[in-house]
């Protein structure tokens, strides 16, 4: 069963643009990571953000998160082609070792 | 440092027969887990194990099974494939708990069932 869920589930943006994505998940949370899927690959890390942090950057990447809503989003500044890929949130439960995937965006950049 | 290995890269299979997957974590990642990934369910938990053992386990019936090895290798199978199998199979590693230091994955094993 899916802890979070991705919104929008698809974007389609300009090259250049930023592209935002949300995540909101049902339980407390240890920390929420986001990954990133090119098509038909493995997962890649990306960022970590833990329960007591509200924002979080790394390069082109911004993270945000707001525990009394359950939710995080994913800012990707100046996007590029190369930035076109599925992109996951990932939960981590208080005592519970494994992480529980969302269901995904689907961003699309246009060179 | 190599990252983590996953063979075969595709595999198609006939109903009822078994598959065995195999990951090789990076070197020094204790943990290892396994993912199932489909269109329709998306990314799901199988199982996790660390130092040999199963800490962690799914909700998938008993055909899916798996193990791992004293050098941190992990094998997964499945028995009698029924062609609801076909997907994604995602090895993923981690120093330690994968809540606390995420997750190096894999590119996976497509598996077919036909």
């Known amino acids: 069963s899916q802890q979070g869920e991705e919104d929008p589930q698809a974007l389609s943006i300009q090259e250049g643009e930023n592209a935002t994505m949300n995540c909101s998940y049902k339980?407390?949370?240890?920390?929420l990571q986001w990954y990133r899927q090119n098509s038909g690959r493995g997962l890649v890390h990306l960022i970590l953000?833990?329960?007591?942090?509200r924002e979080k950057h790394s390069g082109r990447l911004r993270v945000t998160l707001d525990t009394s809503k359950k939710s995080s989003s994913l800012l990707i500044t100046a996007s590029r082609a190369a930035d076109t890929a599925s992109y996951f949130c990932?939960?981590?439960?208080?005592?519970?070792?494994?992480?529980?995937f969302g269901t995904g965006t689907r961003l699309t950049i246009i060179p | 440092k190599a990252g983590v290995t996953q063979t075969p890269r595709y595999l198609i299979k006939t109903r009822g027969q078994q598959v065995t997957l195999s990951c090789s974590p990076i070197?020094?990642?204790?943990?290892v887990s396994w993912y199932q990934q489909t269109p329709g369910q998306g990314l799901q938990f199988l199982f996790e194990?660390?130092?040999?053992?199963?800490?962690n386990k799914g909700n998938f019936p008993g055909r899916f099974s798996g193990r791992q090895f004293s050098n941190s290798r992990s094998e997964m199978n499945v028995s009698t494939l029924e062609l609801g199998d076909s997907a994604l199979y995602l090895c993923?590693?981690?120093?330690?708990?994968?809540?606390?230091?995420?997750?190096?994955f894999g590119s996976g094993t497509r598996l077919t069932v036909v």
């Open positions: 993923a590693s981690s120093p330690g708990t994968p809540a606390n230091y995420g997750y190096t």
């Open positions: 339980t407390s949370i240890n920390n």
């Open positions: 953000i833990r329960s007591n942090e």
């Open positions: 990932a939960t981590a439960n208080f005592g519970n070792e494994k992480l529980t």
């Open positions: 070197s020094g990642h204790r943990s």
């Open positions: 194990y660390f130092s040999e053992t199963q800490r």
